[in-house]
């Protein structure tokens, strides 16, 4: 979490830092480390913010990807604070649908900086935050999921849909990708109801 001019509070999407903050909590393993990356990154600069799919969390913060000019690089080169953070293990990768944009890049940074033990890789004995495992569609533009409940309805899902990263398809059970949601419907499948 940053906080910008005017005073409005930005949480990054896609990623969980330690904790450092929460009145509720004990300071996590990694969690000053990491809370001084973030200052280091950001503090006193200029930030590009880009918004996904929700505006606002829970406590009304602004839900971002933040991307900061690269003061080692030439002009115009940029870092992508969210996947920086979690490529030199000061984050781990959480991504929660619908936002998820950049899912797969950050699940790969987290995969990297694991097996490299990198930041709190290496020094937390166990980071506990789940990820949700990307499934990817088998044909380009193909990426609409027919999914069978456990009561039988057909039901598809949309990308922007809230369960659409957790939802997976198993074929062997009749469960199917579509290219269109005409195609779903003809099929016989209904939209889920937690679809924009």
Not at 92 to 119: C, H, M, V, W
Not at 140 to 154: A, L, P, Y
Not at 167 to 193: H, N, P, V, Y
């Amino acid at each position: 979490t940053i906080e910008i001019e005017g005073g409005e509070k930005v949480r990054y999407i896609g990623i969980d830092t330690p904790e450092t903050v929460d009145p509720r909590k004990p300071v996590q393993c990694f969690g000053i480390e990491a809370s001084k990356k973030n200052k280091e990154l950001v503090e006193g600069k200029t930030v590009r913010l880009e918004k996904d799919i929700t505006d606002r969390d829970k406590y009304s913060r602004l839900l971002r990807y933040v991307w900061v000019a690269d003061p080692l690089a030439g002009s115009g080169q940029v870092i992508f604070v969210n996947l920086e953070l979690v490529k030199q293990g000061f984050a781990n990768s959480y991504s929660y649908p619908p936002d998820i944009k950049y899912q797969k890049e950050f699940l790969a940074a987290e995969t990297e900086a694991r097996e490299a033990e990198r930041g709190l890789w290496k020094a937390c004995p166990v980071v506990a935050t789940p990820t949700i495992k990307v499934q990817e569609a088998p044909r380009s533009g193909c990426d609409i999921k027919g999914n069978i409940s456990t009561s039988g309805e057909k039901i598809y899902h949309l990308s922007g849909c809230g369960s659409y990263a957790k939802t997976q398809i198993d074929e062997k059970r009749g469960e199917r990708w579509f290219c269109s949601e005409k195609e779903a419907q003809e099929a016989g499948w209904r939209k889920a109801l937690n679809c924009p």
